[in-house]
């Protein structure tokens, strides 16, 4: 029997898992291991230079593309000015660096 | 049959007491100068707002049994096996106490704040820890510290603990519901002042906990925010300038405050690792003692005749402590009746 509410989720709202293109989560996996300790504490976003000036956030930015959502991160990713600073406060010691790097490079390989 | 105990905390005493009340001689080693340990530091105890004070006067007069022994200001500097089951524990005053049982209760230390420079303890002048406030309750200084009363605090979650940065990958556990308890005493002392608690998770494990934070939210006016502190400064006029991610908002968050309080999580003490070197009874990464099972072999370590209550093996609140220090004594008491019917 259907519910009163239904079951739907507005697709253009929503992160859809099964049909999202995984392979650029699994590729920075693989290439930044580290990239999955994160714990979401926000250490990252408060320190970012580029955050300071711009929309930028570095934090929200690598878990969209855990979740295979890449577009807002191709968009926003050249903002990040690699000072560093990410790298100083992470306690769980993602190698945030790698992780950026990373994440620039399968872009660039994905739009040649 | 005499059993060494060292550590006066609580779980130490707590010990003492059970041992000596099933005929046991206890000798029980402190290095301060009375027992209590950690627990003297602290006002009120979570989460019903007990008096510390008031459960270390009733773990000292249990301690007026003719079966103990007390030695304050006396540090444990080595154990060791003399005779198979005979150990001897050697003291910082020359003493060589004997015992057919040891029980490692070593507790643990607050984390040194200096060590997380980009807070600013001991640099800046508002910027306290958790303990620190303890000790302003006792004194009932909140108020007048800097003058005036506050009107902005932020507690800081997680300061020493879950951060590779300062080799702690442990959680500390207690420090989320010693900061709700702080920010309600803080309110009941100044209901004018705007309370934050800056947070990654909060831990609420133990009975009432969960409540607690409830209660801070719907009754105390506390308000959380959840992200990690990247940095701090200080400002013209004194105050502390935070900056975290407001994660749940996704956005940086600046924030003025007069007070910023620290809560300093648990490290291993400094005694725990040179007393079990020295009867190579192996230690956690993180420096706390090794049970020889996490779950069937409690209280008992890789060395027999060597035991452990309390803290010493992991971050512990005061109710776990107390029932592991009455685990350790029937475990003492299970292992020497069972040496006796090998002799």
Redesign the interface.
């Known amino acids: 029997m259907p519910t009163l509410w239904g079951y739907s989720i507005s697709a253009a709202r929503s992160i859809d898992y099964d049909k999202n293109d995984q392979s650029f989560l699994r590729r920075l996996a693989h290439s930044c291991p580290s990239s999955k300790l994160c714990i979401g504490c926000g250490g990252c976003t408060a320190a970012c230079s580029a955050g300071n000036l711009t929309e930028f956030n570095i934090r929200q930015l690598q878990m969209l593309v855990k979740r295979g959502e890449t577009r807002e991160t191709a968009e926003q990713l050249h903002k990040c000015m690699l000072c560093g600073k990410c790298l100083l406060v992470c306690p769980r010691g993602v190698d945030t660096r790698k992780m950026i790097l990373s994440m620039k490079r399968f872009l660039r390989e994905h739009d040649q | 049959m005499n059993i060494v105990i060292i550590g006066g905390g609580p779980a130490g005493s707590e010990a003492a007491y059970r041992l000596a009340g099933e005929g046991y001689t206890v000798d029980l080693v402190e290095k301060e100068n009375s027992i209590g340990g950690n627990l003297n530091n602290w006002h009120q105890l979570f989460p019903d707002r007990k008096s510390a004070a008031g459960l270390v006067k009733e773990l000292q007069q249990r301690l007026n049994h003719p079966g103990i022994t007390l030695h304050i200001d006396a540090e444990a500097r080595e154990i060791a096996e003399s005779a198979p089951g005979k150990f001897a524990v050697k003291l910082s005053n020359k003493t060589v106490l004997h015992g057919s049982a040891v029980l490692l209760a070593t507790g643990y230390k607050v984390f040194d704040a200096k060590r997380k420079e980009?807070y600013g303890y001991g640099i800046y002048k508002r910027v306290i820890t958790s303990a620190e406030l303890e000790n302003l309750f006792t004194n009932r200084a909140l108020a007048t510290l800097y003058g005036e009363a506050p009107k902005r605090i932020g507690f800081i979650h997680?300061v020493g603990s879950?951060?590779?940065?300062i080799c702690n990958y442990h959680c500390s556990k207690l420090c989320c519901v010693t900061a709700v308890k702080q920010a309600i005493e803080v309110r009941e002392m100044l209901p004018e002042v705007e309370i934050f608690c800056f947070y990654?998770?909060m831990r609420m494990f133990g009975p009432g906990y969960e409540e607690m934070y409830r209660e801070a939210q719907e009754r105390y006016d506390i308000k959380f925010i959840?992200?990690?502190?990247?940095?701090a400064a200080e400002n013209i006029h004194g105050q502390v300038v935070v900056?975290?991610?407001?994660?749940l908002v996704?956005?940086?968050?600046r924030m003025t405050l007069d007070l910023m309080v620290l809560m300093v999580g648990m490290e291993a003490a400094d005694g725990s690792g040179k007393l079990a070197g020295s009867v190579q009874v192996p230690l956690y990464p993180n420096g706390f003692i090794r049970p020889a099972d996490p779950h069937t072999g409690t209280n008992l370590t890789a060395r027999p005749g060597i035991f452990t209550a309390g803290s010493c093996t992991s971050p512990m609140n005061l109710t776990d402590t107390l029932t592991d220090a009455r685990s350790a004594a029937w475990q003492i008491k299970k292992w020497l009746t069972g040496s006796d019917k090998h002799a």
């Open positions: 980009e997680c879950r951060d590779e940065k990654m998770d959840r992200g990690r502190l990247s940095e900056k975290v991610e407001d994660t996704g956005k940086p968050l």
